[in-house]
């Protein structure tokens, strides 16, 4: 399957232009699926592509919201992606969501708890076919996606926890690589010359060890980067 690359001139015309890719792929299966599943990011243009999508008229009444991970923090903290989120697009919370656990119970708890959740709703994680319609990833300029972090190993479940993070807060959730690849379309967001090095590997067909390389949509993988990551690659 061939990965698509759209460049923009600036952060602000890529998460423009990424929303109105995204709200396609919502609205074209909300006409042949009664519910659609949509999976979100954090970071600075993660947030700020929800703030575009908020524009978009999406009947998020049928839309069912997955996070791709999550800062393990209070709900209302400023460090919740959810809560960052829900300030960019208040209309969120018309969406059925599936929500990280807080920290009033143990970390590994939370994550065997999650992936109870995630297995009740989608079924085993090995199922063979599309778990979600659209994926949404960011990425660090070391590579990592979600929570997903260079040289860290994780299990093949639903959920993994994450108990030393390299940028902080240091405990996470996050999806694995097995259940991120489980998205019929998967949109990357990158911006700025210090994400070069990393995107020019992911983008290789073979031999990138990062995260970011690991993923890719059943159906389309689409990258929206900057002019200036394009020129530096």
């Known amino acids: 399957m061939s990965v698509e690359i759209n460049i923009s001139r600036d952060s602000a015309e890529l998460t423009a232009t990424a929303a109105l890719e995204i ?13 659609v599943r949509l999976v979100l990011t954090g970071g600075t243009l993660g947030i700020q592509v929800l703030g575009d999508l908020a524009l978009q008229e999406i009947d998020l009444s049928r839309v069912d919201v997955f996070w791709g991970d999550e800062r393990f923090v209070e709900l209302d903290s400023d460090d919740r992606n959810e809560h960052q989120a829900l300030l960019a697009w208040p209309q969120l919370a018309h969406a059925n969501t599936f929500r990280f656990p807080a920290p009033n119970i143990a970390l590994d708890e939370a994550a065997v708890k999650m992936n109870s959740l995630i297995t009740s709703e989608l079924g085993e994680l090995d199922h063979k076919g599309s778990a979600f319609d659209v994926l949404i990833l960011g990425m660090g300029p070391d590579g990592h996606i979600a929570s997903l972090f260079p040289g860290h190993v994780q299990k093949d479940n639903w959920v993994v926890a994450e108990p030393n993070s390299p940028k902080p807060p240091a405990h996470r959730l996050s999806f694995s690589f097995a259940a991120l690849n489980r998205a019929s379309h998967v949109i990357f967001l990158a911006s700025g010359a210090g994400k070069a090095e990393a995107v020019g590997c992911a983008l290789q067909e073979s031999g990138c060890d990062l995260p970011a390389a690991k993923v890719l949509g059943i159906e389309s993988t689409t990258w929206f980067i900057d002019q200036e990551l394009s020129r530096a690659l």
């Open 23 to 35: 709200a396609g792929r919502i609205k074209a299966a909300l006409k042949v699926k009664s519910r």
